[in-house]
């Protein structure tokens, strides 16, 4: 097995091949090789040099199927990738960003292509499609990375934006964007939000007092009702031990 011989010039020979040892171990080795012509142009004599490559193919294989398989993880990930070069040319991106932006193609046909067009072209699809712009150019403009930026789209979808500036040497080679769904966790944080609102007005006006302690026994919450009872505010009491306050309590009452 070679890989296909180049030639670099009249009765020059240059290629990689594999090759069996005495000991039956394959050996991938490159072999330069030159004619020699006598002074009427005929070959009288060949030479040539003979170099192991073994390491450094194996080396250039290991970092293929390396490529290969960050490939098919990025191709499928749950959340939308898109990695652009440093003029915002699509080197990579992956289905669910498709998806995300409606794109009806394959990532592999976005290669080259300017992620700025893609963008300009579905920024539509956001509630404020002039921020979803301006926000993108101004965190580019930035070059540091940005966590967590929270877009709702028009369908009612929150995406999670996050960036990363590729550096090589120092100098910005690039852009990694990620979008992640986040829809579902907004909703049952907001929900969250209200049940705990609604059932913290309920306690503090209750006419029973409740106290709440951390594992520290430290006071993190008292409603109304105990605050009439004991003569203390919840600023007073807040980060205070329970045991302790117990302890004046019952000083006070007997």
């Given at each position: 097995i070679r890989d296909q011989p180049r030639s670099r010039?009249?009765?020059?020979?240059?290629?990689?091949?594999?090759?069996?040892?005495?000991?039956?171990?394959?050996?991938?080795?490159?072999?330069?090789?030159?004619?020699?012509?006598?002074?009427?142009?005929?070959?009288?004599?060949?030479?040539?040099?003979?170099?192991?490559?073994?390491?450094?193919?194996?080396?250039?294989?290991l970092l293929i199927e390396s490529k290969n398989r960050l490939s098919v993880l990025v191709l499928n990930l749950n959340s939308g990738v898109v990695l652009e070069d440093e003029h915002r040319k699509i080197i990579s991106s992956n289905i669910k960003f498709c998806k995300f932006f409606q794109i009806d193609a394959q990532p592999n046909e976005l290669i080259g292509i300017d992620c700025k067009l893609v963008l300009e072209k579905n920024k539509f699809l956001f509630k404020d499609p002039s921020f979803f712009i301006r926000r993108m150019r101004d965190v580019i403009s930035g070059e540091i990375e940005v966590f967590g930026?929270?877009?709702?789209?028009?369908?009612?979808?929150?995406?999670?934006?996050?960036?990363?500036?590729?550096?090589?040497?120092?100098?910005?080679?690039?852009?990694?964007?990620?979008?992640?769904?986040?829809?579902?966790?907004?909703?049952?944080?907001?929900?969250?939000?209200?049940?705990?609102?609604?059932?913290?007005?309920?306690?503090?006006?209750?006419?029973?007092?409740?106290m709440e302690v951390n594992t520290d026994d430290e006071i993190l919450m008292i409603n109304q009702g105990f605050s009439n009872m004991s003569g203390y505010s919840e600023e007073e009491l807040l980060g205070k031990k329970s045991d302790e306050f117990s302890k004046t309590l019952d000083a006070h009452l007997f």
């Open positions: 010039g009249l009765g020059d020979v240059y290629k990689r091949q594999r090759v069996y040892t005495k000991k039956k171990e394959i050996k991938w080795v490159q072999i330069n090789a030159t004619t020699v012509f006598d002074k009427n142009n005929k070959p009288i004599a060949a030479q040539g040099i003979i170099r192991d490559i073994t390491k450094d193919k194996e080396a250039q294989e930026d929270q877009l709702e789209m028009v369908d009612g979808t929150i995406l999670e934006r996050n960036y990363t500036p590729i550096r090589v040497s120092g100098k910005i080679k690039g852009f990694l964007w990620t979008f992640r769904d986040i829809t579902l966790e907004k909703k049952y944080s907001l929900s969250l939000e209200a049940q705990k609102e609604k059932y913290s007005n309920i306690i503090a006006n209750m006419n029973l007092g409740l």
